[in-house]
């Protein structure tokens, strides 16, 4: 899967923060902080409320969602108005 112009690296706990944090510091990844909203990993892990504070500022083109979690059970549910702008993936670190 080829990702979007902009980026949201979402993680579960302070360890996987921590790892995505040095991650991007040392560029060892295939995107950048400059391309990330905020340009840092984000902590909201509740769809709704990631739908509120970042999709409904307009942005023309897709996000991808990066979700680095250890639940498999953790759902992201957004509203279906936003469905289409937003692509997940969900990388599973149990």
């Known amino acids: 899967m080829e990702l979007a112009k902009y980026k949201a690296c979402i993680c579960e706990g302070a360890a996987e923060n921590a790892i ?52 498999r059970r953790e759902k992201f549910k957004i509203g279906k108005a936003y469905e289409h702008k937003i692509d997940v993936i969900n990388v599973i670190t149990a």
């Open 20 to 71: 995505m944090d040095i991650l991007l510091d040392k560029e060892l990844l295939v995107f950048s902080r400059e391309e990330m909203l905020e340009e840092s990993v984000i902590r909201c892990r509740d769809g709704k409320k990631f739908e509120q504070k970042y999709l409904r500022k307009g942005f023309a083109e897709k996000i991808s969602v990066i979700r680095i979690l250890y639940s």
